[in-house]
């Protein structure tokens, strides 16, 4: 398993290309784009659209413009209405969110670039941002994120029909930031908004494709604490995996959980009467049922990784608790991600 490098691109799926399963219909809800692009998430219940081999554009959806371009890189891009929220259209402010394949480096100075279109059909408009931010965000309700982005851009963002633009920014990280954000973040009334022809709907849609975000020179290294080198393993002992992160509500490794995955791996060889129990845990939302199933698939995934890099599944019994056992609050974004976790317990040694 290849790791990120000093000049990779930290934005995984960063042309929309992969999905989690096979498209199936159009996107009424923020649910819907989640369960189908992998690693990319709707923080709100508002809906982006996801363009590329096997979705249907409805034919309603079509008349109004939608789906008629064509990917700047690759069969897949991603569309978001920006502004309208005054004018009766749903899903008003529609966002995108992703976890970078690692944190970003306090002091570090990054190049971010993508490529944007404007949907012909809809006004133009500004305040097209991207947030970085250390914690996820997920909003139970369809409304404004209003987060002040790292990158806004205050100016009309215009393309000509089947045309793409680049936006590209450099900054420096002044937090370790995981997460990025793409979308507007300012209410309507403090959008400005352009129509080129009268035959325009009051809202302002626009598609993106091909997210980049790089370190520049001089590159600082990201240095991940092995904690593992300081566990005294007794029998009994509780363990939280560390930097094990999962696709968002699946049971998919990201990128950068592979690191922490094959310590574990070191860690049983070098112990080996080593036995464990592998737990998963859940935040307190959605369905027990749904959230139990997802914790056993979440620990059995941790196991079957554990179990094709050569340890035995006699050594590697697996369990979930789904939201049963927080160690935080579930009302806030913060504590949920703490209580969505991976443990181990030491069986025998």
């Known amino acids: 398993m290849c790791f990120v490098q000093a000049q990779d691109n930290i934005v ?24 189908l692009v992998k690693f990319w998430n709707s923080p709100t219940p508002a809906s982006p659209d996801a363009y590329g081999q096997g979705v249907i554009v409805p034919r309603h959806w079509k008349e109004k ?20 929220c005054d004018n009766g259209k749903a899903h008003c402010k529609e966002y ?38 250390e914690n996820s965000i997920h909003y139970e309700i369809d409304e404004l994120i209003e987060e002040k982005p790292q990158l806004n851009i205050k100016n009309i963002v215009t393309s000509d029909e089947n045309n793409w633009i680049n936006i590209s920014h450099y900054f420096i990280a002044d937090k370790a930031f995981e997460f990025m954000l793409v ?5 309507d009334k403090e959008t400005e908004v352009v129509a080129m022809n ?3 709907r009051l809202f302002s849609y626009y598609y993106f494709d091909d997210f980049r975000l790089k370190k520049t020179e001089p590159i600082i290294e990201f240095n991940e604490v092995n904690k593992f080198s300081t ?19 699946k049971a998919e ?42 914790s056993i698939e979440r620990a059995k995934a941790v196991a079957s990784y554990l179990n094709k890099k050569g340890i035995y599944k006699s050594r590697t019994k697996y ?15 913060q504590g949920r991600q703490k209580n969505r976790r991976v443990e181990f317990l030491i069986l025998s040694k």
Do not use: A, C
């Open 253 to 294: 490794f990201l990128i950068r959980s592979y690191k922490q995955l094959d310590r574990l791996v070191s860690l049983m060889k070098e112990n080996p009467n080593l036995i464990i129990e592998i737990h998963g845990h859940t935040d307190g939302r959605g369905k027990k049922e749904y959230n139990m199933e997802l």
């Open 96 to 133: 995108i969110q992703i976890r970078l394949k690692e944190p970003m480096v306090i002091g570090q100075r990054y190049h971010l670039s993508f490529w944007t279109s404007h949907m012909t059909k809809s006004v133009h408009s500004n305040n097209l941002g991207v947030l970085f931010t």
């Open 12 to 35: 995984p799926n960063q042309s929309f290309e992969l999905y989690s399963k096979v498209p199936q219909g159009w996107f009424y809800n923020g649910q819907h784009f989640t369960s």
């Open 319 to 333: 369990k979930g608790f789904g939201s049963q056992r927080p160690i935080d609050s579930n009302l806030y974004e």
């Open 231 to 249: 566990i005294k393993i007794n029998e009994g002992v509780l363990i939280k995996l560390e930097n094990i992160y999962f696709d968002y509500d």
């Open 65 to 84: 413009g939608f789906g008629l371009q064509l990917p700047f890189h690759g069969n897949s891009m991603v569309g978001m209405t920006l502004y309208g």
């Open 198 to 200: 009268d035959s325009v």
């Open 183 to 187: 979308g507007n973040f300012y209410p």
